[in-house]
Structure formats: structure tokens, C-alpha cells
């Protein structure tokens, strides 16, 4: 695959192909977790989701359980839980393996080296900026905060 939307990634909800609609957004990926001492960023997710929507960004957010087992739960318990402690209403993916021999082949786009930001993610709310094109233009460790300036003025760039 050529670019992040050409990926077929099933939705939260049963969706077979959720990146489709979503091509020629800007969109920043984070892998998720519901029992993370990073899960709060749901708020900050949510927020930037609802700012910056009108301008063709999204937050999509990939639930992960391979991560000190901080998504234990079902699709319908994540959705859930999202819903009623952060009323997230960005786009959230089927559980997805990140990592390791059963990683997504999206995961595997995005952490190939060819596309300049290599490695195996090493905790939950790791975030991967995609431009309007499809093409990786940025990568954020787990603590940096939706809000982070550095974040945001590469966002605005994108846009």
C-alpha cells in the first residue's frame, strides 16, 4: 500500500472499511487504551477532533491491548466507555495489534522505515500524523498531550 487510506480498516462498529470515507483528511492516529495512566488524552483527542473537524481533520483511535493489558475489553465495552467518560465522537477502529507478529498491516506501514519514522511503538497514545495525501509527516510519544504547541503548529501546517 501507497498511502494510509488505501488501507482497509474495519470500525469499532462493524464497519469494513472505515479509512475510505475519510480520504483527504488530515488525521492523527493514536493507539488507545481505556486503563492507561495516558487515557485521559481522550479529552484533549476529543476536543482537538471537534475544533478542527470542519477543516477536514480527524483523530482516529486505534484500541490496543498489547500494552500492559489496558484494553481488555470488548468492541461494545470500548465504545462504551469512551462514550460515557469522554463522549469521544472520532472514528475509533476494531481492537488493532500494533505490534509483534499479528500487527496490523497499517502498523506496519507506519512504523516501516521507508516511511522515515521506524520502530515498534512502545506504549498506548503513540500518535502518527497523516496528511491530506495519505503520506506520514509526523510521529509522538505517548506523553505528548493533544494540546502540545509542537503538535498543533503541525497540524496547522497540514492543514
Known amino acids: 500500500m501507497s498511502d494510509f487510506y488505501s488501507f482497509r480498516v474495519k470500525s469499532i462498529d462493524g464497519v469494513s472499511d472505515m479509512l475510505a470515507p475519510l480520504r483527504g483528511s488530515v488525521a492523527l492516529v493514536v493507539n488507545v487504551a481505556s486503563q492507561c495512566g495516558y487515557t485521559p488524552q481522550y479529552a484533549g483527542l476529543e476536543r ?6 470542519g477543516q477536514r481533520f480527524t483523530v482516529i483511535g486505534f484500541p ?5 493489558q489496558q484494553e481488555p475489553g470488548a468492541e461494545a465495552d470500548i465504545m462504551r466507555f469512551c462514550t460515557i467518560n469522554y463522549n469521544v465522537t472520532f472514528p475509533l477502529s476494531a481492537k488493532t495489534e500494533v505490534n509483534g507478529p499479528n500487527r496490523h498491516p497499517l502498523y506496519a506501514w507506519l512504523t516501516a522505515p521507508e516511511n522515515g519514522f521506524a520502530g515498534d511503538l512502545q506504549w498506548n497514545f503513540e500518535k502518527f500524523l497523516i496528511d491530506r495525501s495519505g503520506k506520514l509527516i509526523g510521529r509522538y510519544p505517548s506523553g505528548t498531550k493533544p494540546e502540545d504547541n509542537g503538535l498543533l503548529q503541525e497540524i496547522a501546517t497540514a492543514l
Open 48 to 53: 482537538l477532533y471537534r475544533e478542527l473537524k
Open 64 to 68: 490496543c491491548n498489547q500494552f500492559g
